[in-house]
């Protein structure tokens, strides 16, 4: 899911089995037009204000049942 990487440091763009590109969400979206088609058609936004600290993942994330 693009929501789960978008969380990530560096995300490693595959193409035909080789790395295209290595780089953040927002680099990765703004240097391969597919992948940045991908971003907009899940609604979400490469500039998109992402939690990173580990309380801001834990308060998005549901409880354990």
Known sequence: RLSTIRRC?????????????IGS?????AAIPEFARAVSLAGLSSAEAAPTTPDALRATEPPIQ
């Not at 440091?9 to 590109?21: E, F, M, Q």
């Open 25 to 29: 969400f927002d680099e990765t979206a």
């Open 9 to 21: 440091d560096r995300v490693a763009y595959l193409d035909g089995g080789r790395i295209r590109h």
